[in-house]
């Protein structure tokens, strides 16, 4: 199978490339490398299938149509994996109108070459951060998600009504799955787990937003990646699925197992809760 994966040299797209890789399919991956973190941290992402004949590296934006649609004229492409996005809920904040640019104009990019260029199945990248402020935990996929108290959610809400739109007009096969704080080897530098414990080790003070009693399902990498990839066989009509771990970690509890392994203590300051910040996040995985 040829599989498109937007996004490939990041966190989690460069462990999905890999899996399929080794399940003998091949990846053809789009992304722009841009400077949301070090871009070497991406190019050593795939360091190791970069040479595969398996793989094929397009440098590309898919916010750019032009470029987009030359890849899908000269490429066999069986199905669309997308994982390329701006990412994070507080820098969303700060720049609501890029976050709109890359993800809802780079989503609909790839849907309309998906239509013109008759590829049937398309896998999009949400995220637990569309449940918003829901008191009701653990979060079902049943629930009412009108209400994001961020610009990031809000583009991720936005694009699984789009996706629906285009399986409904176009019957293009789609699942949204919501991805649960995910975490594991070549985390992004900036997510909790990962910075948390640079901070620790290097003897940096540590900011905790509220009193440390928020909370969040971490999800392992490789079970994110086991989710995706076991889906790819029943991909029809148009399913939102909770990818999570349906275990809650408090803040602080993470501060503590983290200073436990490092045998170090963290430097914490208190800070009050920042704007766009969700309580908890909990998966219900009963779909």
Not at 58 to 65: E, G, H, N, V, W
Not at 74 to 101: F, N, Q, W
Not at 187 to 213: C, N, V, W
Not at 273 to 283: E, K, L, R
Request: hydrophobic share 40%; proline share 3%.
């Amino acid at each position: 199978m040829n599989i498109l994966v937007t996004g490939g040299a990041g966190f989690i797209g460069s462990h999905l490339c890999e899996r399929l890789i080794s399940l003998g399919s091949k990846v053809i991956c789009i992304d722009n490398f841009d400077n949301f973190y070090d871009p070497l941290v991406k190019e050593n992402n795939i360091s190791e299938i970069a040479a595969s004949k398996y793989f094929k590296l397009y440098r590309s934006d898919i916010t750019d149509l032009r470029q987009i649609e030359k890849i899908f004229s000269e490429t066999s492409i069986d199905m669309v994996i997308h994982l390329a996005a701006r990412a994070g809920v507080r820098p969303s904040i700060k720049d609501p109108l890029l976050y709109e640019r890359v993800n809802i104009l780079g989503t609909m990019n790839l849907l309309e070459c998906c239509k013109k260029y008759d590829i049937s199945k398309f896998i999009f990248a949400s995220s637990s951060s569309v449940y918003g402020g829901n008191k009701k935990l653990p979060f079902s996929e049943e629930d009412n998600v009108d209400h994001p108290i961020s610009p990031y959610a809000a583009t991720k809400k936005a694009c699984e009504l789009i996706c629906y739109t285009y399986y409904d007009l176009y019957n293009i096969a789609i699942y949204c799955f919501r991805f649960f704080t995910v975490y594991g080897p070549r985390q992004r530098p900036e997510m909790a787990i990962h910075k948390f414990t640079r901070f620790i080790l290097s003897g940096e003070e540590i900011e905790i937003y509220g009193d440390g009693s928020s909370s969040r399902d971490y999800t392992f990498i490789d079970d994110v990646i086991s989710g995706i990839v076991n889906s790819l066989d029943r991909l029809k009509g148009f399913e939102v699925i909770n990818l999570g771990n349906s275990k809650t970690v408090k803040l602080i509890d993470l501060v503590k197992m983290i200073e436990d392994l490092t045998e170090k203590k963290a430097r914490l300051r208190f800070m009050g809760s920042q704007p766009g910040d969700v309580f908890a996040t909990y998966a219900d995985i009963g779909k």
